[in-house]
């Protein structure tokens, strides 16, 4: 009986790419990487007030290497307050907003807001990670996410690396405790720090993170983030399960085609 | 006696210097023996079956239960012998015949 090779179904998703977006060959090496790895969907963060220009220019280098674009803030607060007045102004105009949490004030604020997509903490130093049980708690009523960044990992060597490991270890399993969702991302500063979604879920399997879950965290997770976030930025929005649907017809005419993600590799 | 099962990686290295079989072998085995320690690379039972250097692929071999192990260590690398590089699993396969049949397809 001939045996037929399985197609990967999976859209992959790299919610964080860090490119210098001054240097445009940079950024274009890398969404063309990204897309030659396999994924399907890249988020890149930008700054708080980018042009409308960055933003198009960054369409166009996606849309000519056939990825979707993910516009994403990196919130990095000081303090609680900053964060609020930094959602309120910005929430509107990116589609995922991360925050790196420094703090642990600034944590539990970000893990309680439901207009916070992303939990980011360091990747760099174990005692500035400030998931733990009542983070976790106040994460999963607001339904806020987790990211992890696994590029700063192949940086890190010896006992930082081991600390690190250790902690992530500890906090995946207080995440799967409390239903908060985890999503993985490279956080690549550049083309060396790229890899594929297979040697990232390998990766992660260095914290004990099962295969099937990284895989979800990898595809599905930041998938669905995405999708609610557009859903919620359209302009018919109103709430969850409503929507404007009066003078549809000519709003119909008139409108530019509506963005949806991209179906899955092998379905066309 | 069970069977040995193994499983066949092909990889494709990545850098803008040239990098010699002994380098790949050092670099793989280096990070292995960091990752997992001089008793989890011992269960690893990793050898390279052979390796182009002017293609820059590479066919490795190891336990399956270590399929892993391997696979993080080879995309934890990021320089080989000093010189900046990656290494990427392309296709992984049960039988070194199948392997090569997928790396050609």
């Known amino acids: 009986m001939p045996r037929t090779l399985k197609r990967d179904m999976t859209t992959w998703v790299d919610l964080q790419l860090r490119p210098t977006l001054t240097n445009a060959q940079q950024t274009k090496s890398m969404i063309r990487k990204a897309r030659e790895l396999g994924y399907r969907v890249v988020g890149i963060s930008l700054p708080l007030n980018p042009t409308p220009n960055t933003i198009q220019a960054l369409r ?70 400030f998931f733990d049980r009542a983070e976790a708690e106040l994460a999963s009523k607001a339904s806020t996410s987790l990211e992890v960044n696994l590029a700063p990992l192949l940086s890190l060597r010896g006992q930082s690396r081991i600390r690190i490991l250790t902690q992530l270890r500890k906090e995946m399993v207080i995440a799967e405790g409390f239903g908060v969702k985890v999503a993985l991302s490279s956080g690549a500063t550049n083309l060396q720090s790229m890899r594929s979604p297979s040697d990232f879920v390998a990766i992660a399997s260095l914290f004990d993170f099962p295969e099937e879950s990284a895989n979800q965290a990898f595809s599905e997770v930041p998938i669905e983030i995405v999708k609610q976030n557009r859903e919620k930025l359209s302009k018919d929005y109103v709430a969850p399960g409503i929507r404007v649907v009066k003078g549809l017809q000519k709003r119909v005419a008139d409108a530019t085609p509506e963005k949806t993600l991209p179906a899955p590799e092998g379905s066309e | 006696m069970p069977r040995l099962k193994r499983r066949y990686l092909h990889l494709k290295v990545q850098s803008e210097e040239p990098v010699s079989r002994k380098e790949i072998t050092d670099a793989i085995w280096g990070t292995i023996s960091r990752l997992y320690g001089e008793y989890g690379a011992s269960q690893v039972n990793l050898a390279i079956i052979e390796y182009d250097e002017h293609v820059r692929y590479a066919i490795v071999r190891c336990k399956h239960t270590a399929l892993k192990m391997v696979k993080a260590s080879t995309a934890m690398i990021t320089e080989i012998n000093g010189k900046p590089a990656e290494v990427q699993v392309v296709k992984v396969s049960g039988t070194l015949k199948a392997l090569r049949r997928k790396a050609v397809t």
Not at chain 1, 85 to 91: H, Q, S
Not at chain 1, 100 to 119: E, F, G, I, P, S
């Open chain 1, 60 to 129: 166009d280098l996606c849309c000519d290497a056939s990825v979707d674009l993910v516009t994403r803030l990196d919130l990095a607060p000081s303090m609680p307050h900053e964060l609020l007045l930094n959602l309120r102004r910005f929430r509107r105009k990116f589609e995922v907003i991360s925050v790196m949490c420094c703090t642990k004030a600034v944590a539990r604020q970000a893990a309680k807001d439901r207009r916070v997509d992303l939990l980011a903490f360091s990747m760099m130093n174990s005692r500035d990670r």
